[in-house]
């Protein structure tokens, strides 16, 4: 039970600060609860402000069948791609055991894992790096770094991260995004935002050639450390990547439910 708990909080975490995320990306973005889905969809380059969720907790296979299909013909009416984020601890033994099948039917196709976390892990000691001096995003050239060090991480185009998040005022005045800078150069980013009483965690990367030196753990234990200072929480939670998945547990974050992220088939 505390399982389910704790997977329907990373959901509903995902729902509340994606709908500022895009919000802040697009004022008329599509941003909408319906039935059993949560739509925070910017229709941009920047794939992850393109997100989908089921929202519906113990889903059997009969209702996950109607939701992949609506979620398939919603994505289909986009202009641009992106992903439905799936929760799989939130679905039934029966709909979890058919969801490949479902999601082939629905013409939806896995693209990667994810896992959500949370921890009441706040405040944490300042952290240092003895490669790193950490540096807050407050400029267009800093979210600019920001925005490439995670189409590098992701194997997205510049391009598609900087229509992300180039010109926003959110992740420069609100977000606690900080860079971790050798030298001149930045190789690590992170941000922490409040989301509902928590601080979520969002948009950690580090540049390809920089990776395995512990660069991603200390900059994601800087925005927690500044966010957690100025806001004063003590939870906080995270979505992490397959890369990602074994580091966050160090800092004090535990796995739920284990994530899904399905695609557009072609």
Known sequence: MLNLVESTESMEQLTVAWRAMVLDRDPDADVRDLPGIAVRWADCRFA???????????????LLELRLRQCAEIMSAKERPGFLWLFEDLLDDGARAG???????????????????????LPVPEPS??????????????????????????????????????????????????????????????????????????????????????????VTRKALYEGGRATGLTRATLHATAAGAPVYPRIGFKPNSPMRFLALQG
Do not use: I
């Open 48 to 62: 992850f402000w393109n997100c989908l969720t089921l929202t519906e907790v113990g889903a059997d296979a009969r």
């Open 99 to 121: 969801l490949d099948a479902a999601a082939e039917r629905a013409g939806l196709v896995y693209a990667f894992p994810g896992t959500g976390m949370a921890g009441d892990l």
């Open 129 to 218: 790096h003895p490669d790193l001096t950490f540096v807050r995003v407050t400029t267009d050239d800093q979210l600019r770094a920001f925005a490439d060090l995670n189409s590098l991480a992701y194997g997205f185009p510049l391009e598609d991260g900087r229509d992300g998040l180039e010109g926003s005022t959110l992740w420069k005045e609100t977000v606690h995004a900080y860079l971790g800078m050798r030298g001149d150069t930045p190789v690590t980013c992170a941000g922490a935002v409040e989301a509902d009483g928590r601080l979520f965690v969002a948009l950690v990367a580090t540049h390809p050639e920089w990776e395995r030196r512990g660069y991603g753990e200390a």
